[in-house]
């Protein structure tokens, strides 16, 4: 069965600072990755995804994650926050049936 | 329409009422799912659809059931509801043929009394 960790349940992050939300998968198959973003009151965008190829994955609004087999993990970066980013982020895998973890609130201070 | 339509956007139904939440796609996708958000646990799979006329269960099917008539459309309903059935739902699709990810609809928020 799949399954998805995300470490932190809430991170609390002034402007300009570095981002990292931690994010482990367990999986029998072909793995697809995917970090998803719901700002408050809305559905689910998809910020960035992972299916094979260079283990370094670009996504929208300066977010990045990389793949890391050895570690099964697949950890969501950004350089520098805004207030803007304030949301909750998922990580998730799956090939058709996607497994969500249960998200990272991310909360930044002006 | 463009993408995943949801309805109604929220409802406050009665315990013990029958509910359908209905879900519309208009992207042609093969693939559709129904999920429920709870605060502390992430979206759970309720039931999917892989193609039109076939349906299979996901993590938390109880109590839910789906049908797929055609393509577009892929209507939950409570038979009978319970508070604990008191969430956040959404409808996604994808393309079975190429597996990028979900599209998202926006949602209804059912609050069971």
């Known amino acids: 069965a799949q399954s998805v960790s995300q470490h932190n349940h809430h991170v609390i992050l002034s402007e300009a600072a570095s981002l990292e939300l931690g994010c482990n998968y367990s999986?029998?198959?072909?793995?697809?990755l995917f970090w998803y973003v719901q700002y408050p009151g809305q559905h689910l965008q998809l910020l960035l995804k992972?299916?094979?190829?260079?283990?370094l994955v670009k996504g929208i609004k300066g977010f990045e994650a990389e793949f890391i087999k050895s570690k099964f993990s697949f950890n969501l970066r950004k350089p520098s926050v805004q207030w803007s980013d304030t949301a909750e982020y998922f990580c998730?895998?799956?090939?058709?049936?996607?497994?969500f973890g249960k998200g990272t609130k991310l909360s930044v201070i002006p | 329409i463009a993408g995943i339509t949801q309805a109604p956007t929220s409802q406050i139904l009665a315990a013990g009422r029958r509910m359908t939440l209905r879900c519309t796609q208009d992207?042609?996708?093969?693939?559709m799912y129904w999920y429920r958000q709870d605060l502390g646990l992430g979206l759970r799979l309720i039931h999917y659809?892989?193609?039109?006329?076939?349906?299979g269960k996901g993590e938390v099917p109880d109590g839910y059931s789906v049908s797929r008539a055609n393509t577009d459309d892929f209507p939950l309903t409570l038979a009978s509801a319970v508070p604990s059935q008191t969430s956040v739902y959404f409808c996604?699709?994808?393309?079975?043929?190429?597996?990028?990810?979900?599209?998202f609809g926006s949602g209804t928020r059912l609050t069971v009394v």
């Open positions: 996604a699709s994808s393309d079975n043929d190429s597996p990028y990810g979900y599209t």
């Open positions: 992207m042609r996708h093969n693939a």
């Open positions: 659809s892989n193609t039109a006329g076939t349906t």
């Open positions: 998730a895998v799956g090939s058709y049936q996607l497994t």
């Open positions: 999986y029998g198959g072909t793995v697809n």
């Open positions: 992972y299916f094979s190829g260079d283990p």
